[in-house]
């Protein structure tokens, strides 16, 4: 199992796949994507309405049901996408809505990432997962270092050949 992470800024080269056409990879069923359930003008919401074909409503409400949950949600078999629950989310663009106190513990986390290895493992089993914890409010480097840890707990079955996600914002 291989941990690819990609460099961010325009200091990166074109061959980092730093612009990576995720509704075509998740239409033709070559990945697995993971992050947040932030909807809005997110990469995911974009994942979630075009690749899975939900509209704003259906992809606002399986977002919700995420955060409500605090549980990790996937849309297989419409798309092979997981969803993390946010601690906070906008559904509606002027509103903000709270589902949990603060960040998720590394523990909640990591139990999570857990959830969505297992998701690929029996349901999904794509060799390819990428994490994209990008732009959404939360602290990219808390959840790259849960992954980490989620990959070192999980047993070699449950997890794919290659995990790609990007170094965090600094």
Same mark, same amino acid.
């Given at each position: 199992m291989k941990l690819t992470v990609l460099k961010r800024g325009k200091d990166v080269d074109e061959d980092m796949a730093t612009d990576i056409d995720f509704v075509s990879l998740l239409k033709a069923r070559d990945i697995h994507y993971v992050s947040l359930a932030v909807p809005g003008l997110t990469v995911v919401s974009a994942c979630v309405e075009f690749a899975g074909g939900f509209d704003v409503r259906r992809r606002n409400d399986f977002m919700l049901r995420v955060n409500h949950a605090k549980e990790t949600g996937t849309l297989y078999p419409q798309a092979n996408i997981s969803l993390l629950p946010s601690p %906070?989310?906008?559904?509606?663009?002027?509103?903000?809505? #709270?589902h949990h106190d603060g960040e998720y513990t590394e523990a909640e986390v990591v139990a999570q990432i857990l959830d969505a290895f297992k998701?690929?493992?029996?349901?999904?089993?794509?060799? %390819?997962?990428?994490?994209?914890?990008?732009?959404?409010? #939360?602290?990219?480097?808390?959840?790259?270092?849960?992954?980490?840890t989620a990959m070192n707990q999980a047993r070699p079955e449950e997890l794919p050949t290659e995990v790609i996600s990007w170094e965090a914002r600094k």
């Open positions: %906070t989310a906008s559904y509606g663009g002027m509103d903000h809505n #709270v998701a690929n493992s029996q349901y999904i089993k794509s060799r %390819t997962m990428y994490f994209d914890f990008r732009n959404l409010g #939360v602290r990219e480097s808390h959840y790259l270092a849960c992954l980490k």
